[in-house]
């Protein structure tokens, strides 16, 4: 008797951009683990093999070459003996360059299946590099290179949209955006009686979008049935995206295998034994599915001698539904970006991090970000993963090296530094050392008064002019020169801090500059070009000000750090003007000119809804009515338009930051405008207050209704 439980694996692998080493040894792993849970089918990332991320590096005939060495290496191992094996790279077929599944078998190619949607929006660009296969069911001969040929004696394989087609069962792939869109490929292949459907993602991290991948996996298969099985990426893998895993396993719209998010584990595979005849039943109990099957076009099926069940499976327990647990935004916060700064300070080879930390909720919020960081690392190494310990050893330069908790290996890594001015006041810096205190990191205390003069003593010597602060008489453009050359000058003493301060300790290595600019103030252009914003990386660069907030107040809660609640209470502020009697006289909101909970609504409605001015006055209309009178509305977007357009130069330079939210202005891939805008916006201003006449006016003449 057949058998009817099959065991499948997926998994979630950090890989790393052109590391063809590294991402060779990981995908060996993470088949050696499948094979030992019992698996006869493992499914890995999308590109796994050169790495997602290689972007421009997809051009150079390189890639594709290196490629089919590692799949050689593959091929010709024992570890991928008796196990179907599902792999990603790039593969260049009649001078046309396709992302592709490689489907291997006991040195034998099965079929090569080339994506057929790419994903062209936000942070993806693969039209760029690729040509999706617009040939749905179709094949055709694909003629491997020599070497490939040499080691399975094929000289071609298929090469196009075809299913497998096991002994007990029929297997067919989806490539990550080809889930996303309204006519999936798993919608015909399940008419067509596949019934376990793979995909292999490259899918990164956003707050609060879990729901939605775990959503679309459950309605494919609640729909029509069958198993879905889910692999991605996790990890840093050389740029601002951390790809969050979430790896997973459905049947019949309930998903039974979960996952992390989140992990320091280079390697992690999940494993489900499921049922087929629970497929063939659920299926063939809805009648309107069974209608639109029995009249299905047919996908070429490659039969394969080989089998997913064994025979004696009668006491083999299947794995049962779970409910998904999906992280709260504030532990997406302390964990998405605290692993994406991991992976980014073990690959660079330095040793550490330098964090300007000016005793305000974002530079705080960075510096909880590390020390969640330094709390995991430490969680991990007790829990005996060696890459991690080894990684951190080299880090530190101590191959006996293991971490006690986390304040202790803060005190290795993290340095801080709070820079005073005659600007700054007593409260800051209190803050400040309390926090370095309790998360343990080296904390330096300086002066930059002595700089800031020195530089404006050059000014002065060369023009004879002395620029004043406003509050001492100075006009706007000589208060904003005077704030300007402060935060610059802190921005190189970070950096040289960065370079010598090991140095100085007798301690090797160097360390990376954080910075610390919210998304929202990017947004606004709120910061100074080349100040403290410039650093080498941003772990907060794509969080608002609103969930940082509650960041801050989740960190008080789970790492008892106190010091924070002095710096949720205090209002946001640069400090870069004289204080007045002792206290702080300029904050955020005023100096911006709008709240920073205005300002996430106007960066969501700019980004998510692709409102211009007039569109964004039309919405916030309704949005702020019983609020805001319409004349208001229009001084608000006038005046947010005007800002943003006047700073949007400061994109071009903005630090490489973790991408977290949507509605994010980087102006590197993800958000692309001008940098020269007419900021005075003549034609949308006029429209705008062509529209608020046509309101004042009804208001002011009412139309009366006539009565028999």
């Not at 779970?322 to 935004?329: A, N, S």
């Not at 005077?482 to 003493?493: C, D, G, K, T």
Request: charged share 20%.
């Amino acid at each position: 008797m057949m058998g009817r439980k099959v065991v499948v694996a997926t998994c979630a692998l950090n890989q790393w951009a052109l590391d063809f080493e590294g991402n060779l040894q990981r995908i060996l792993k993470s088949i050696e683990i499948a094979k030992s849970k019992g698996a006869r089918y493992r499914l890995g990332p999308e590109l796994e093999i050169c790495g997602y991320g290689c972007s421009d590096h997809f051009y150079e005939s390189d890639t594709i070459l290196h490629s089919f060495q590692v799949l050689a290496t593959l091929l010709t191992s024992p570890i991928t003996e008796d196990i179907i094996c599902d792999v990603g790279m790039p593969v260049m077929h009649r001078n046309v360059r396709y992302n592709c599944r490689v489907i291997f078998l006991n040195k034998k190619i099965l079929l090569i299946r080339p994506k057929m949607i790419l994903a062209n929006s936000g942070n993806y660009r693969e039209l760029r590099w690729f040509t999706p296969w617009s040939k749905p069911r179709l094949v055709e001969e694909y003629f491997l290179p020599r070497m490939i040929q040499n080691l399975t004696g094929q000289d071609t394989v298929l090469f196009g949209d075809a299913v497998i087609a096991t002994k007990d069962t029929c297997i067919g792939s989806e490539i990550c955006e080809e889930l996303w869109v309204p006519n999936s490929p798993h919608i015909g292949m399940g008419l067509d009686g596949v019934e376990i459907i793979t995909n292999s993602s490259g899918s990164h991290h956003v707050l609060r979008k879990a729901h939605i991948r775990v959503d679309l996996v459950k309605s494919a298969t609640a729909k029509n049935g069958g198993i879905y099985v889910l692999a991605n990426q996790k990890g840093c893998d050389g740029d601002r995206l951390y790809y969050d895993g979430c790896a997973m396993i459905a049947i019949n719209g309930n998903i039974v295998v979960q996952g992390s998010q989140f992990s320091a584990d280079d390697v992690e595979v999940i494993a489900a034994t499921l049922d087929l005849e629970d497929v063939r039943s659920y299926r063939s109990a809805i009648i309107s599915r069974n209608l639109l099957a029995s009249e299905a076009p047919s996908y070429k099926r490659v039969k394969v001698n080989f089998s997913l069940s064994v025979v004696a499976d009668i006491h083999v327990p299947t794995s049962e539904p779970i409910e998904w647990r999906y992280h709260t935004p504030e532990e997406e916060i302390s964990l998405g970006p605290a692993y994406w700064l991991w992976d980014y300070l073990r690959r660079s080879g330095q040793s550490g991090f330098l964090l300007p930390l000016s005793g305000g909720i974002d530079s705080s919020a960075t510096a909880c970000i590390v020390y969640s960081m330094c709390h995991q690392v430490c969680l991990s190494a007790a829990n005996g993963d060696a890459q991690v310990l080894e990684d951190l050893q080299k880090i530190v330069c101590d191959n006996s090296y293991i971490p006690k908790d986390p304040r202790e290996l803060c005190g290795k890594i993290f340095t801080t530094c709070y820079m005073a001015s005659e600007n700054s006041s007593q409260d800051t810096q209190q803050r400040a050392r309390m926090l370095a205190e309790q998360i343990g990191s080296y904390h330096i205390n300086l002066n930059i008064d002595g700089a800031v003069k020195a530089m404006m003593g050059i000014f002065t010597m060369v023009t004879g002019k002395s620029p004043q602060f406003r509050m001492h008489g100075g006009s706007s453009r000589e208060n904003l020169a005077l704030q300007n050359v402060q935060a610059r000058i802190r921005m190189v003493l970070a950096y040289l801090f960065a370079q010598l301060s090991f140095w100085a300790r007798g301690k090797p290595g160097g360390l990376l500059v954080l910075g610390s600019a919210n998304v929202d103030e990017s947004l606004r252009g709120y910061l100074t070009k080349y100040d403290c914003s410039s650093a080498d990386i941003n772990p907060i660069g794509g969080i608002s000000k609103t969930d940082l907030r509650s960041f801050i107040q989740y960190c008080i809660e789970h790492f008892n750090l106190t010091a924070l609640r002095g710096i949720m209470s205090a209002p946001p502020t640069a400090e870069l003007e004289p204080l007045s009697n002792g206290f702080v006289s300029q904050t955020d909101e005023v100096d911006m000119g709008m709240t920073y909970a205005e300002l996430s609504v106007y960066g969501k409605l700019r980004k998510f809804e692709t409102c211009g001015p007039y569109s964004m006055f039309y919405k916030l209309l309704n949005m702020w009515r019983g609020i805001c009178n319409p004349q208001e509305v229009a001084n608000k977007v006038k005046h947010f338009f005007r800002m943003y357009s006047i700073n949007r130069h400061k994109m071009t330079i903005l630090t490489p930051a973790y991408h977290a939210e949507n509605y994010s202005p980087d102006d590197n891939r993800f958000d692309l405008r001008p940098f020269l805008y007419n900021s005075s916006w003549p034609w949308q201003f006029r429209c705008i207050d062509a529209e608020v006449s046509k309101i004042e006016n009804n208001e002011l003449n009412p139309a009366y209704e006539e009565f028999d």
